[in-house]
């Protein structure tokens, strides 16, 4: 029996792929210090908990609405809105499964088979997987490294536009390399979406995981507020990874394209989990305050334990729980050609598993640094802090 050719095209969330080896190592008796997965191993808040096993014994366990439950778009429309200064009803929000769905929703509404489609790239795998299994055509950009972190290439981005562009994917407070746009940065790009009538898919997942200030988004400058759909997820600002919820926001009449899409994909999303997250976002917020208090206190561990390490050099970025830092001088002095296989011996020699740039989409034409991974919100200060003397005596003999 034969299988369909386009399946050739659809990739994979390569992360996976380092978690299987991880597994593999700890199965023969070894102790993982878990840097590769984005997962979170912090308890989701009690009340959520609460709320939604009170759903479940209320009989919420049915079919509902595919576009979502009443209260839980009201309450995504509000919480998001007030967030980003701009005003959204319920009718601007469809609940889905996760985060994820959004992007493959999101290509599949606005994207004609050849169209291409800008995707930053080191980025999250997915977003080239569904432009090129969709038919469209997936075209990088990438970042620059600077004294203060990672910023866009805007000219690259510019010159990359042509004709058949629809669409541009924006992953503020960025994974992996931890990137925040300034304010300059953002109007930029948001000018370059209005000139050549682009529509942006602002990936906000880690929109709340922030440090310090306020974030802030690309929807509220003029003009693009029609032309954007943000990707909304609970997975880690209240460390519901497994709980699988989360909506797309944007414009009314992209929004009914997108409920039409999710009677086709999977009816509706989970009834009792919806009335849980009603309870996340409209209830008490310490417990995702305390998420955030955790995953700062683990950055600070990281950074400092990877700035001990003679060949690197990084910034504490003040968003997500990502850190990318260059390790091109340790690739030279333990003589490796191939960052995977500095992962790969990495893991065999210390235990400490990470995930390197070629994780993140295939490597652009002229980048001479090697890059690797670390997600510190799965591993606890005193694993980070071991696991990083653990990898300072390794990559400095």
Request: negative net charge.
């Amino acid at each position: 029996m034969k299988l369909a050719l386009q399946l050739k095209h659809l990739g994979t969330e390569t992360a996976f792929s380092v978690s299987e080896k991880a597994a593999q190592w700890a199965a023969k008796g070894n102790k993982i210090y878990p840097f590769h997965l984005g997962d979170i191993n912090i308890p989701t808040p009690g009340n959520i908990v609460d709320a939604t096993r009170k759903a479940i014994a209320d009989g919420y366990t049915g079919y509902c609405p595919g576009a979502g439950i009443p209260e839980l778009r009201s309450a995504i429309a509000i919480d998001v809105g007030c967030k980003r200064q701009v005003s959204y009803g319920p009718e601007h929000v469809s609940v889905q499964p996760g985060g994820k769905p959004v992007i493959g929703k999101f290509l599949a509404a606005i994207m004609n088979p050849g169209e291409e489609v800008l995707y930053p790239n080191p980025g999250y795998p997915i977003y080239e997987s569904q432009i090129e299994f969709q038919r469209g055509v997936a075209v990088p950009y990438g970042y620059k490294e600077t004294q203060s972190g990672f910023v866009l290439d805007i000219e690259a981005i510019r010159q990359s536009i042509t004709q058949r562009t629809v669409a541009l994917i924006y992953n503020n407070f960025q994974n992996p390399t931890g990137a925040q746009s300034s304010r300059q940065e953002m109007q930029m790009l948001a000018e370059l979406a209005i000139e050549n009538d682009l529509w942006v898919l602002s990936d906000d997942a880690y929109y709340e995981i922030q440090y310090d200030g306020c974030p802030e988004s690309i929807v509220n400058i003029p003009g693009m507020k029609e032309r954007t759909v943000i990707l909304y997820t609970c997975s880690k600002r209240f460390a519901m990874t497994g709980w699988r919820l989360g909506a797309a926001i944007g414009p009314k009449a992209f929004i009914d394209v997108v409920n039409k899409l999710n009677i086709n994909a999977e009816s509706c999303t989970t009834h009792f989990i919806q009335k849980g997250m009603v309870e996340a976002i409209a209830g008490d917020d310490s417990g995702a305050k305390e998420i955030l208090r955790v995953l700062q206190e683990r950055r600070d561990a990281a950074v400092s334990g990877l700035n001990a390490i003679d060949g690197i050099s990084i910034r504490a970025p003040n968003s997500t729980f990502y850190l990318f830092p260059s390790v091109t001088s340790i690739m030279k002095r333990k003589g490796f050609t191939d960052v995977n296989q500095l992962m790969d011996e990495t893991l065999v020699e210390t235990n400490v598993s990470f995930c390197t740039r070629k994780h993140f989409g295939r490597p652009l034409e002229g980048e001479t640094n090697d890059y690797i991974r670390f997600a510190y919100s799965g591993i606890d200060v005193p694993d980070i802090k071991e696991g990083m003397s653990r990898l300072k005596t390794y990559f400095e003999q």
